[in-house]
Nanobody
Framework: VQLQASGGGLVQAGGSLRLSCAAS????????MGWFRQAPGKEREFVAT????????YYSDSVKGRFTISRDNSKNTMALQMNSLKPGDTAVYYC????????????????????WGQGTQVTVSS
């Protein structure tokens, strides 16, 4: 499956952004999905995951209550609504697809994801 992330940009602290991930090539609904991010000088980290149906989600503690992951299988898209953004959220955000996991704590490991998008930059100014 091919993934294309978009929607990044520059926003002030406290603001909002909505990232999108468009999928093509295979049956989108067969994949659990996740968002990861990588800040400058840091390792890539887990942000959020959603299962194949969209019924189950799981978030990192750092974004819980501020970010919402969702998907629309009819449109082969996934989204990450980011509210109350902080400078610490500044990173390149990646979407990823996994055949075997999604929507639970077990989907935090990036090694479980077979397909990755190219990343979209999110910059939050103070």
């Amino acid at each position: 499956v091919q993934l294309q992330a978009s929607g990044g940009g520059l926003v002030q602290a406290g603001g909002s952004l909505r990232l999108s991930c468009a999928a093509s090539g295979r049956t989108f609904s067969e994949y659990g999905m996740g968002w990861f991010r990588q800040a400058p000088g840091k390792e890539r980290e887990f942000v959020a995951t959603i299962d194949r149906s969209g019924d189950n989600t799981y978030y990192s503690d750092s974004v819980k209550g501020r970010f919402t992951i969702s998907r629309d299988n009819s449109k082969n898209t996934m989204a990450l609504q980011m509210n109350s953004l902080k400078p610490g959220d500044t990173a390149v955000y990646y979407c990823a697809a996994a055949r075997r996991v999604g929507g639970t704590i077990w989907a935090r490991r990036e090694s479980l994801y077979e397909y990755w998008g190219q990343g979209t930059q999110v910059t939050v100014s103070s």
